[in-house]
């Protein structure tokens, strides 16, 4: 309990802050969110959006998930979709992960964790998926690296392949889905190109991403 009490304390400190910073703050939030990111990912405790990107609260509507995964039945991930883009009207929709996920690296080694290895069967899809690819790629730190970039690229696919957003391109709507990653080390972002405005996009793009980088243009 003393540690939830410190939490509580902190939290007073920084509301006391933040209204001495700025007394009509909280006011201003209270009366609406107006994001213009909804950010897809990790649920890791190292990666948080707002932080990590420089926002403010209620300028990134957030949905964490372990090992940043989008499932075309997850209605929890769908519904967060659907309320960012018709209602919050949010013009980009970042799917980020980072380096050093755990949930990609107990894929990778092939742990079994217990109810969330039935979660994580879906980044397992994409290491069956690019089995050949990951078999190239020496070192087990860079497999490991590779196979958080490659979870991007196919959750930014899923994304874009989504009722949700299939509905929002047919009427026009201006939304781009984002795939970046974020490194732990460092503290930055980097954009792993595959940026899309069309589920047809989107499989150009992943079509790239995956390509060896050898055979790249």
Not at 57 to 64: L, N, T
Not at 97 to 118: P, R
Not at 124 to 137: F, G, I, M, S
Not at 164 to 185: C, E, K, N, P, S
Request: proline residues 3%; negative net charge.
């Amino acid at each position: 309990m003393a540690d939830l009490r410190e939490v509580l304390e902190s939290n007073r400190r920084w509301a006391d802050a933040m209204h001495a910073q700025d007394p009509g703050f909280f006011e201003r939030l209270a009366a609406i969110q107006t994001p213009r990111i909804l950010w897809i990912g990790c649920s890791d405790s190292r990666v948080p959006a707002n932080q990590i990107t420089g926002h403010q609260p209620g300028e990134v509507f957030v949905h964490r998930n372990v090992a940043n995964v989008v499932v075309h039945t997850d209605l929890n991930c769908l519904s967060a979709i659907q309320f960012a883009v018709d209602v919050l009207r949010v013009r980009h929709i970042i799917v980020c992960g980072h380096y050093g996920c755990t949930g990609v690296k107990a894929v990778l080694d092939g742990q079994q964790l217990g109810l969330i290895d039935n979660w994580l069967r879906h980044v397992a899809d994409v290491r069956d998926t690019h089995a050949a690819a990951l078999a190239e790629t020496q070192g087990e730190q860079a497999r490991w690296d590779r196979l958080c970039e490659l979870n991007v690229v196919e959750q930014v696919l899923h994304v874009a392949q989504t009722t949700v957003m299939r509905d929002v391109w047919a009427r026009h709507q201006d939304v781009t889905v984002h795939g970046w990653i974020y490194r732990l080390l460092d503290g930055r972002l980097r954009d792993l190109g595959v940026s899309t405005a069309s589920a047809e996009e989107g499989e150009r793009r992943r079509e790239e991403a995956v390509r060896p980088r050898a055979a790249r243009p």
